[in-house]
């Protein structure tokens, strides 16, 4: 049973850890467009959407193979666990 469990919070971590960059460049997008829509005082909902978008979609194109590299190490992670549960180990 202990062996689930630490699946489960290994890939939550994971989870957590492979969303942190494209969260935090929407963020820091988010930041910059509220900065410079309080400076001109232009209060446009859809201006800040766009740009979120762009650049969650760049981060996440620039940060694929990263991302496809830990996924792939994971599942053959759990892949072995099975096998060692499997076979009784």
Known sequence: ??????????ALI?????SML?????LTV???????QAL???QEQTLTFVPKVAA???????SAPFMLNTLMVFAKEVFDMMLQVGSGR
């Open 22 to 26: 494209p969260l935090l460049a929407s």
């Open 14 to 18: 994971l989870i957590l850890y492979l």
């Open 1 to 10: 049973m202990d062996i689930y469990l630490n699946v489960a919070v290994h």
């Open 30 to 36: 988010g930041l910059i467009v509220s900065l410079i």
């Open 56 to 62: 969650t979609i760049l981060v996440i194109v620039f």
């Open 40 to 42: 001109t005082q232009v």
